[in-house]
T-cell receptor
Framework: AQKVTQAQTEISVVEKEDVTLDCVYETRDTTYYLFWYKQPPSGELVFLIRRNSFDEQNEISGRYSWNFQKSTSSFNFTITASQVVDSAVYFC???????????FGAGTILRVKS | SAVISQKPSRDICQRGTSLTIQCQVDSQVTMMFWYRQQPGQSLTLIATANQGSEATYESGFVIDKFPISRPNLTFSTLTVSNMSPEDSSIYLCSGGLATMNEQFFGPGTRLTVL
């Protein structure tokens, strides 16, 4: 069975601090996809990134970066120089190659204070 | 990417009634899904909406309670039947292309059952 664990329930940082959100996953599939979504207070789910299991290259997009390590089954997300607008719930998710159904982690609430 | 809209955006309903939520995608997608997000919780998959045939339900969800239709590639409905206060949640529709293993989400329908 597939499972996603986000052990950090809530993180509070001060603006301009760097913050890393942890994600650990379990799957028996050799081909799978990992996702991060952001859910701001307005409630919509914003797609941030998709990674397939064969691509372990880290990715950077502006202040966002992702560290995918198959050896530890982790797909961590770092926000550099955090801003108040980054305050949201962040979800890590996993899907198998077939079916595309997403299994979500519990989410991490990020609060960035000015 | 796909742009997904949902109607209604929110509703307050009485116990024992039913509500139908509509999901419209701006382009043809192969996969459409319905998720539920209970207050303060993560997202849980209700079912996969299959075009022209019965939806595929996840464990714990049944067709009598959550009938789903998908008459074409860009439209789906979810009905929450015989509602109780425990059905108060955000219901989200998602869609994507199976070949890309991507999923984009609608803005959600915030349902309150009194």
């Amino acid at each position: 069975a597939q499972k996603v664990t986000q052990a950090q329930t809530e993180i509070s940082v001060v603006e301009k601090e760097d913050v890393t959100l942890d994600c650990v996953y379990e799957t028996r599939d050799t081909t799978y996809y990992l996702f991060w979504y952001k859910q701001p207070p307005s409630g919509e789910l914003v797609f941030l990134i998709r990674r397939n299991s064969f691509d372990e290259q880290n990715e950077i997009s502006g202040r966002y970066s992702w560290n995918f390590q198959k050896s530890t089954s982790s797909f961590n997300f770092t926000i550099t120089a955090s801003q108040v607008v980054d305050s949201a719930v962040y979800f890590c998710a996993l899907s198998e190659a077939k079916g595309n159904k997403l299994v979500f982690g519990a989410g991490t609430i990020l609060r960035v204070k000015s | 990417s796909a742009v997904i809209s949902q109607k209604p955006s929110r509703d307050i309903c009485q116990r024992g009634t039913s509500l139908t939520i509509q999901c419209q995608v701006d382009s043809q997608v192969t996969m459409m899904f319905w998720y539920r997000q209970q207050p303060g919780q993560s997202l849980t998959l209700i079912a996969t909406a299959n075009q022209g045939s019965e939806a595929t339900y996840e464990s714990g969800f049944v067709i009598d309670k959550f009938p789903i239709s998908r008459p074409n590639l860009t439209f789906s409905t979810l009905t929450v039947s015989n509602m109780s206060p425990e059905d108060s949640s955000i219901y989200l529709c998602s869609g994507g292309l199976a070949t890309m293993n991507e999923q984009f989400f609608g803005p959600g329908t915030r349902l309150t059952v009194l």
